[in-house]
């Protein structure tokens, strides 16, 4: 079965930085494009970052470009978004995301498993 576990959320301030973390079971992520998605309070989830399989070509949404930095792990199971420079209308709820196939896409209805989310806050 499988799961992916979000994790590293939090209160901070702007300015500040977090580090979130995905990690997989049930299946190899290097084998699948990984994204991040966020739902701000009252609003529809949208793209953050995107991923492919071997960690070598990224895209981010134009409002955490420069900002966000999504990685995998050494260990291919493990997923990261590093947030810095965190500003309050990046609070959300942010969610990993898995997709079987190897093209970039933003649209949420194109992953196929979802983890829990992670709540940041982010105060002004």
């Known amino acids: 079965q499988v799961q992916l576990v979000e994790s590293g959320g939090g209160l901070v301030q702007a300015g500040d930085s977090l580090r979130l973390s995905c990690a997989a079971s049930g299946l190899t992520l290097s084998t699948y494009t990984m994204g991040w998605f966020r739902q701000p309070p009252g609003k529809e989830r949208e793209f953050v970052a995107w991923i492919s399989g071997g960690g070598g070509s990224t895209f981010y949404a134009d409002s955490v470009k420069g900002r966000f930095t999504v990685s995998r792990g050494n260990a291919k199971n493990t997923l990261y978004l590093q947030m810095d420079g965190l500003k309050p209308e990046d609070t959300a709820i942010y969610y990993c995301?898995?997709?079987?196939?190897?093209?970039?896409?933003?649209?949420?209805?194109?992953?196929?498993?979802w983890g829990q989310g992670t709540q940041v806050t982010v105060s002004s």
């Open positions: 995301a898995l997709r079987h196939g190897p093209v970039f896409r933003t649209a949420p209805s194109e992953y196929n498993y």
